[in-house]
């Protein structure tokens, strides 16, 4: 647990606050795909923290970016604070997602504020010189796009779609993918998606239509973020339930049901 | 000095804060994050005799000062308790209070008589209330003799002492402690979650799969207020308070209603160093009250009922 001071949290896309926090463990530790599970209030109401990726983190400033969408009471809180409050959070927490091997093309599916992770994973993966990589994303309408020319500065060409075709193409990001896939039939890609259940579920399909790894960032309410009370439950595909704060929240798709 | 240490059921705990069965795993989650042997006592998680996968998502739900939830007792079983978990709880320093479940009296008997051997268990905590499983659980928390019977049979079994663990979702709560009492149970443990349930608005259905959940939670918390206050007049073993504790303030009311220890539950998701502010709270009450043993406040609500 730290407490982090709030360096900025502003509205830049409809509905989307991106929060800087002043966390230089988190900063020095994190990997693309963990969380940080943040209380809003000090007060017992709303009782939860609240999970959020990290989307991306500046080691040498030791800061640590969450990008939210505000859907509820937590998220609406947290929307009030201002530069100088001080959060408290626990993380880098979870397992994020795995590095892809050596000449593999990242393909990248992101849905929403589904892309936070995302971000970060792109910065990361633009490490290794040359890069290439292919960046799907849906958002529901145009207003409230964010970031996308992050991607394209990491070496990702982009292709977009909105739900209404405000920007892009009308559709979905799974569509995109899927085109892509139909014109390049022997590559060696990987695919790491973040979104809606409805992404996670078709990119699962068609990862696996086409018979290349995904690993698939989930959502679930969790409580305690560390696998002590077991709230955040996703079905395993062994049988029995995984836990998405310590067993993900990123999963390979073929290690989880999505329903 | 403050003296916060307390004794119940043959337990000398060095402080009455406890953590509360469900919320702390099997401790070493939170290993990491503190030092727990500055717990007065880690009750484990509910173990079953054989794994129990649990129910399916969703299993929380929020609610006004509050949470549902609908776990489902998932557990590795008492083996695998043994096996994988037991090993690290037995370096631990601080008092380990086992907390058991089944669906048969015969179950508990079994889990009872596979936990005897493990030198350093300090107590089981015999769970006859969670509302969240088909068979047994709460369905033997409800009828005084069904809690007797269940009581008895792990009793006989088991070297340590045995704490009952009762359930709100009952009509007249000391009858359950009385038969719990007689049944030969070292301490009664209250409350166990309140049945409730949430509708999905959207998909015009109930959140959980079982429909009804068990809340927890400040919300929760008059009411195990009142139990504990009703339970400590009728029965003469200690009573350990639990429901929605948050801050010390919280854990007094209950000392003063009765309890000669509480447990903290949900407040570790929001805070997971909750017990130990506290505890630290405790202390700072109990020197501001000229009071030299916490023990002392025990049930002072009682008598000084008295002076309305």
Request: glycine share 10%; charged share 25%; proline share 7%.
């Amino acid at each position: 647990m730290h407490q982090a001071e709030i360096i900025f949290n502003e509205e830049v896309a409809r509905g989307i606050y991106l929060l800087r926090l002043c966390a230089d463990k988190v900063a020095e530790s994190a990997n693309p795909g963990q969380f940080l599970h943040v209380k809003c209030t000090k007060v017992p109401h709303p009782l939860l923290r609240r999970p959020f990726s990290i989307a991306d983190t500046h080691r040498e400033e030791g800061t640590a970016d969450i990008i939210y969408r505000v859907v509820g009471e937590g998220t609406s809180i947290l929307s009030q604070k201002r530069p100088g409050e001080v959060l408290d959070i626990m993380g880098p927490l979870g397992r994020g997602f795995p590095s892809p091997p050596p000449g593999t093309l990242p393909l990248i599916v992101g849905g929403g504020v589904g892309v936070a992770p995302l971000l970060f994973l792109a910065k990361e993966l633009s490490k290794v010189a040359g890069l290439e990589g292919r960046a799907f994303l849906g958002f529901s309408t145009g207003r409230e796009i964010f970031d996308t020319e992050v991607f394209e500065s990491c070496g990702f060409s982009v292709e977009l779609a909105t739900d209404d075709g405000t920007c892009g193409k009308r559709g979905f990001p799974t569509e995109l993918l899927e085109d892509f896939l139909k014109g390049e039939k022997k590559v060696q890609a990987v695919v790491y998606a973040c979104g809606p259940r409805m992404l996670l579920l078709k990119v699962k399909e068609i990862a696996a239509s086409c018979g290349i790894p995904a690993y698939l960032s989930l959502e679930e309410r969790m409580g305690c973020g560390i696998g002590a009370c077991l709230g955040c439950a996703v079905k395993s595909a062994k049988g029995g339930y995984k836990k998405v704060c310590r067993d993900g929240p990123v999963f390979e798709a073929g290690e989880v049901e999505i329903w | 000095m403050v003296d916060l240490s307390v004794k119940i059921a043959g337990i000398s705990m060095k402080n009455p804060v406890m953590v509360a069965s469900g919320t702390f795993g099997f401790g070493r989650e939170y290993s990491r994050m503190y030092d727990m042997n500055e717990l007065g006592a880690v009750v484990t998680k509910g173990i079953t005799l054989l794994p129990k996968e649990g129910n399916p998502p969703p299993r929380l739900f929020e609610t006004p000062a509050g949470l549902l939830n609908s776990v489902g007792l998932e557990n590795p079983g008492v083996e695998g308790f043994i096996r994988d978990e037991w090993p690290y709880l037995k370096t631990l320093q601080v008092p380990i209070i086992v907390n058991i479940a089944g669906e048969t009296v015969e179950e508990y008997r079994r889990i009872a008589q596979r936990l005897s051997p493990l030198e350093g268990i300090s107590a089981l905590e015999v769970n006859i209330s969670c509302p969240n499983v088909e068979k047994g659980g709460m369905a033997f928390g409800r009828h005084p003799d069904s809690a007797y019977e269940v009581v008895r049979a792990v009793k006989e079994q088991s070297p340590f002492p045995v704490i009952a663990k009762l359930s709100p979702n009952v009509s007249d709560i000391r009858e359950i402690a009385l038969a719990v009492e007689e049944a030969g149970a070292d301490a009664v443990s209250l409350i166990n979650t309140v049945l409730g349930m949430a509708v999905d608005v959207e998909k015009k259905r109930p959140v959980f799969k079982r429909v009804f959940a068990g809340l927890s939670g400040p919300a929760v918390k008059p009411i195990a207020l009142r139990m504990v206050y009703e339970v400590y007049e009728a029965i003469r073993i200690p009573v350990i308070g639990m429901g929605g504790i948050f801050s010390w303030r919280d854990a007094v009311e209950f000392i003063l209603a009765g309890a000669s220890a509480v447990a903290v539950g949900s407040a570790i998701f929001s805070d997971p160093v909750a017990p130990l502010k506290i505890i630290r709270g405790l202390e700072d009450y109990a020197a501001r009250n000229l009071q030299t043993r916490i023990s002392d406040l025990v049930g002072l609500a009682h008598r000084n009922a008295a002076e309305f």
